[in-house]
């Protein structure tokens, strides 16, 4: 069981039903930080720009998530 004390919380539970993330509040930004880690936690590529600008995906290193 989890204690919420503030709202938004936001917990991201790994495949393995761990708890991976916890994100409490919201700001500026912020679903950049999100994203990064929902992608983390899923061990998908994460999303780096190009020269261009575009977006890309980068695979996540050995060791890099959990």
């Known amino acids: 069981m989890v204690k919420v004390l503030l709202v938004p919380h936001t917990v991201m539970v790994g495949k ?6 916890v994100h409490i509040g919201f700001g500026p930004d912020q679903e950049k930080h999100f994203e990064a880690d929902l992608r983390e936690v899923l061990g998908l590529p994460r999303e ?5 600008g575009k977006d890309t995906p980068k695979p996540i290193g050995p060791g890099e998530h959990k």
């Not at 393995?16 to 993330?21: C, H, S, T």
């Not at 780096?48 to 261009?52: Q, R």
Request: hydrophobic share 20%.
């Open 16 to 21: 393995d039903g761990v708890i991976r993330k």
């Open 48 to 52: 780096t720009k190009d020269e261009s």
